[in-house]
């Protein structure tokens, strides 16, 4: 095996620096929201509430833009199945900034939530934000594992070193940055992830288009030369899965952890929101030298590269098209700078994925769920721990696992089918109710996972309308096998069936227990008439005071518990008339008016 000494320090010159400013931007910010008497741990989470339009347009483009991101638009591009009318991605997730912008991001963040999870637990309890956590978790551990395995190949092609080395070496530098400083040290290596991503790529273009294996592009993109228009096009027949994949991209890339973590970081309701909309922009701007090296991919005669005279897609390669791109169109030393930007980009990612992960169940599960009593020394050292055990989760899955990539598109399936629908039901429809939340869950799973999923394997047990079966490779055995595909779009009906299934529940459950059709003993989820339990009053409530958001702790009803259950929740209407009453004349009072001004 040749090892390439200027690809390896181009590689070390990349991870040192990245480590360092990881390293100062936790030493920058260690004593960050100590004025103003925030936890340790929500610092951690959220970065202090104080991150600014720079370093916040940035980490919020680095949501999406990572090595999935750069090396999946190329290859949809360079397939000629596929060309750019399939290149969702860049379109679809810069609307999903958008969408997100204008209608989740202001109500996220001006109730002063921690995590995603948040307004589920406050609304429909801990059990039930204890089921939503696992389709959270599994996008985030699985799309941490695809990435991580796709740097280890990128290497592996440029560089020619070990695969498993590379993974583990990027995943612990990613891990021990983002131990030692959150979301602080995630944001600041964003910066320099993007700003690595972006000349590298734009460098390494020039050089492939004016290599004289490759034809004009412009050209490529209308007529046949080695392959079919890169441009590409949508068949009628395929219609329906072109939007349902569009939809896929555009409603689900909002109900994610790693998004809602720099929202809430935002230092207001309305930076939180020009914060998405600028990152919108830059999903959209770093796609662009993405998409050339796809088409530059699409208009090669590799029989005059290095490569040799088998197209990549023909190898099964076309997944790998930006690092061939690289190395066989372009000199040494431009490629290693595309490398770093692949590697960049890579570790851009998996920090975000890592963390968010953590804070979900250091928060979520951990703390409102198990130790509501727990100190914030204690919730910081849980959220360390996770770190690293998500962080080394992902770094297996990626070394072991062949079907990683299928694994993530069934989970961003299910983040899409079950957390965008109750998203959208806790934020917009008074009335909703854990019963309603628990039939939209069971819906959105079986209809979705009944499908199918070729990638994985899985067999459908629903057969939509419209299915037919295909001829495909087997990734993981190389041999052709037959697969049902299914044309109609029904991951966008699960959702959707998702959604009316939990108002239709919700309602159904209100009317049959307030009505006295069943009898309210049998409200064991506590959702409807038993609202005054000992488990939902043992939670704390945000309370909105004017412009300022805070949270206030109730009327103790266990005396067993200790003060330190703040960030819990309940809703003010959960509490008895006379509680209430009682909290709005403290909250008249002079003393509480100039508490609140404090």
Wanted: proline residues 4%.
């Amino acid at each position: 095996m040749t090892i390439h000494v200027e690809g390896l320090v181009a590689i070390a010159f990349f991870y040192v620096l990245i480590l360092f400013v990881g390293i100062w931007a936790a030493w920058k910010n260690k004593h960050s929201g100590e004025a103003e008497g925030t936890d340790r741990s929500e610092t951690i989470m959220v970065g202090g509430r104080d991150i600014g339009l720079f370093v916040g347009g940035f980490t919020m483009t680095a949501t999406w833009v990572g090595g999935g991101y750069i090396n999946g638009t190329a290859e949809y591009v360079s397939l000629p199945d596929s060309g750019l009318a399939w290149a969702q991605a860049p379109f679809g997730y810069a609307l999903s900034l958008v969408v997100g912008g204008l209608f989740f991001a202001k109500p996220m963040r001006s109730r002063g939530y921690v995590t995603m999870l948040d307004p589920f637990q406050q609304l429909y309890g801990k059990r039930m934000g204890g089921l939503l956590f696992i389709p959270a978790l599994m996008g985030e551990i699985f799309w941490s594992a695809a990435i991580l395995s796709a740097l280890g190949a990128t290497l592996s092609v440029i560089v020619d070193i070990n695969i498993k080395m590379s993974v583990v070496i990027s995943a612990l530098i990613a891990i021990f940055y983002t131990l030692v400083g959150g979301l602080y040290s995630v944001a600041y290596t964003d910066v320099v992830q993007l700003f690595c991503i972006f000349v590298g790529l734009w460098i390494s273009v020039p050089f492939a288009l004016t290599n004289p294996a490759v034809s004009d592009i412009t050209v490529t993109a209308v007529k046949k030369v080695y392959q079919a228009p890169w441009i590409g096009s949508v068949h009628k027949s395929d219609t329906w899965v072109w939007i349902d994949n569009f939809c896929l991209l555009m409603l689900g890339g909002i109900p994610w952890q790693v998004y809602f973590q720099r929202v809430l970081s935002a230092s207001s309701a309305t930076y939180a929101q020009v914060l998405s909309f600028l990152a919108a922009f830059g999903c959209l701007i770093m796609a662009v030298p993405s998409v050339l090296i796809g088409a530059i991919g699409a208009s090669t005669d590799w029989n005059q590269t290095t490569y040799g005279a088998i197209p990549p897609r023909e190898k099964d390669e076309a997944d790998m098209i930006l690092p061939i791109v690289l190395q066989h169109l372009c000199p040494p030393f431009v490629s290693f700078f595309g490398l770093g930007a692949v590697s960049a980009a890579v570790m851009s990612s998996a920090d975000s994925s890592i963390l968010s992960a953590s804070s979900m169940f250091a928060r979520n599960i951990y703390q409102l769920a198990f130790r509501q009593s727990a100190s914030d020394r204690e919730i910081v050292w849980v959220m360390r721990i996770t770190i690293f055990v998500f962080g080394g989760l992902a770094t297996v899955m990626a070394l072991v696992t062949g079907t990683v990539y299928g694994l993530w598109y069934l989970s961003s399936d299910l983040v899409y089918v079950i957390i965008f629908p109750q998203l959208l039901s806790v934020l917009f429809v008074k009335g909703t109710n854990t019963y309603g939340s628990v039939a939209a869950y069971l819906f959105g799973m079986v209809l979705r996972i009944g499908g199918g999923e070729p990638y994985l394997q899985l067999p459908p047990f629903i057969y939509y309308p419209g299915w037919t079966t295909e001829k495909r490779m087997d990734h993981m055995t190389g041999e052709m096998e037959e697969v049902i595909i299914q044309k109609f779009p029904f991951k966008t009906v699960s959702m959707l069936a998702s959604f009316l299934g939990n108002v239709v529940f919700s309602y159904l459950a209100k009317y049959l227990f307030e009505s006295g059709k069943i009898s309210h003993k049998y409200d064991f989820l506590d959702a409807v008439v038993s609202k005054h339990s000992g488990e939902i009053m043992d939670k704390t409530t945000l309370v909105t005071r004017g412009n300022n958001i805070g949270l206030s702790e109730m009327v103790s009803v266990k005396p067993r518990l200790s003060v330190t259950l703040a960030a819990a929740f309940a809703r003010r209407d959960t509490l008895p008339t006379d509680t209430v009453e009682e909290e709005e004349e403290e909250e008249s009072s002079p003393d509480s008016s100039h508490h609140d001004e404090e």
